[in-house]
């Protein structure tokens, strides 16, 4: 079996570092643990002198809103989220400016909604910056724009954000804190044969959920969220490492090999930046359903997607948008980016490439999706 030592992700030059509310506010605290805060700078500045880059993303704006409105509650409306957050935002800020600084470092605030990275321009202009942040050995300090975001705007959770910011800055390693030791083989508040889960080489739909869920009100995701986006960041060639933030130089002990948390192991080799944005980032505008020819073409093979293999499409979408596939039995099987729009795809859906330009007056490409333009689920 592999060892800690033997991983090479946990050696990663840039790594994301996620820290979830109920890592800086206990279940039993109101506000931001100043303690917990410093230990993660004082972790991150010992990464930075050996040559690491760190980007982190960073929850409790909101908590930190609560505790300065001394509102006991966790809010049940967004309105009332995005108020708190609004305040709690720069008091989360200034706590990370005040650790970081007598470390001798400096930080920058990235708010993000996923509108900023659904398109692609806007999407690397944020990349370039958090880049640019890196090289001049600056901490960029990312979270989620509660303030604006929508429903329809929002990742959902810091688990997602992290996912999409680990894609966007290359990062080679994903360090999930949280208030849970790791991922067990069962809950181990109902099972006292539950085991910690060293390695995980597969993630599969039993283990979401099986640690139960957190006792913090403002713990967000759960270990549903947790899991979904250790499932993405697997897909795209990210390793994550899921571990228990207050304990003692967690960080340090574990990216020096100690056998601490759970380790998941990324199932592919790293996937293009331009099909990890298709497949992780950006939302779909519309579906296509294929036929079985077409899905053992696009998965098995790694062929493109011609009209012949398609049945049927909806959506509003355009040349250039991304859409998800759909098996005949709506199974979904990935996304990417089309060559033409949904009307043109439904008259051409079934045909052979050579009758494209009799039924359209023009053909632009063969494929209605080139395979360099897919990224499939596993």
């Not at 909101?62 to 967004?78: C, D, F, R, S, V």
């Not at 958090?130 to 959770?157: R, S, W, Y």
């Not at 509003?316 to 098996?327: A, R, T």
């Amino acid at each position: 079996m592999i060892t800690r030592n033997e991983e090479t992700s946990l050696k990663s030059k840039r790594l994301v570092i996620k820290v979830g509310s109920s890592v800086l506010t206990a279940s039993d605290e109101i506000g931001l643990n100043f303690e917990v805060l410093s230990s993660i700078a004082n972790q991150i500045s010992v990464l930075l002198e050996k040559g690491r880059e760190v980007v982190l993303v960073s929850s409790g704006a909101i908590a930190a809103g609560l505790k300065h409105l001394n509102i006991k509650e966790y809010p049940k409306t967004m309105p009332e989220r995005q108020g708190a957050a609004a305040v709690g935002q720069p008091i989360l800020m200034d706590a990370y400016s005040k650790v970081f600084n007598k470390l001798g470092l400096n930080i920058a605030q990235i708010l993000l909604t996923h509108s900023d990275l659904d398109e692609r321009e806007r999407f690397l202009n944020a990349c370039n910056t958090i880049d640019n942040l890196l090289h001049k050995k600056i901490i960029p300090i990312v979270n989620e724009n509660d303030t604006v975001a929508t429903e329809e705007i929002k990742f959902g959770d810091n688990d997602s954000l992290a996912t999409q910011v680990a894609q966007m800055t290359h990062s080679g390693l994903v360090v999930i804190l949280s208030d849970v030791e790791g991922m067990y083989s069962a809950n181990p508040n109902l099972d006292k044969n539950a085991k910690l889960l060293s390695r995980v080489e597969n993630v599969s739909e039993q283990l979401i959920d099986v640690t139960g869920k957190s006792n913090n009100q403002f713990s967000h995701g759960g270990m549903v969220t947790k899991i979904s986006a250790i499932k993405v960041l697997s897909q795209i060639g990210i390793s994550t490492l899921m571990l228990k933030g207050r304990s003692d130089s967690v960080i340090l002990k574990a990216l020096d090999g100690e056998d601490i948390g759970s380790f998941f192991v990324a199932k592919e080799k790293r996937v293009n930046a331009k099909r990890s944005w298709i497949g992780t980032t950006a939302r779909s505008r519309g579906w296509l359903k294929i036929d079985n020819g077409a899905v053992k073409a696009l998965l098995e093979r790694g062929r493109s997607l011609l009209p012949s293999g398609v049945i049927d499409a909806g959506g509003n979408f355009m040349f250039g948008d991304v859409v998800e596939l759909q098996s005949i039995d709506g199974k979904s099987l990935g996304k990417g980016l089309v060559n033409y729009n949904c009307n043109e795809v439904k008259l051409i859906a079934g045909k052979h490439t050579r009758e494209i330009n009799g039924i359209l007056g023009s053909k632009d490409y063969d494929e209605i999706i080139h395979r360099n333009n897919f990224l499939g689920l596993n």
